[in-house]
């Protein structure tokens, strides 16, 4: 299994979702923001308290779990 030391998992933490070290900030609100447009940087300005480290695992779980997802088609 990938190690993930910057995505936690609690269940008292933003409901269970994915977060940043263990922040109530969830893993789907990073991927939101680059979405958005919003790159590394600004992110980083508008949000001082993550790290360059938190937003790429972020996108590194993701990736992971996408990777891991079975998709059935009907």
């Known amino acids: 299994m990938e ?3 910057r995505i936690t998992i609690d269940s ?3 409901g269970g979702k994915p977060c ?3 922040m ?3 893993v789907s ?3 939101d923001l680059l979405a958005s447009g919003m790159t590394v940087e600004e992110i980083l300005k508008d949000y001082p ?3 360059r480290e938190d937003i790429l695992q972020a996108i590194k779980y993701s990736a992971w779990i996408l990777e891991e ?3 059935e088609i009907s």
């Open 49 to 51: 308290y993550l790290e």
């Open 3 to 5: 190690q993930f030391e």
């Open 69 to 71: 997802e079975k998709v």
């Open 20 to 22: 940043i070290r263990g």
């Open 29 to 31: 609100k990073v991927l």
């Open 24 to 26: 109530r900030f969830p």
């Open 12 to 14: 008292k933490v933003f």
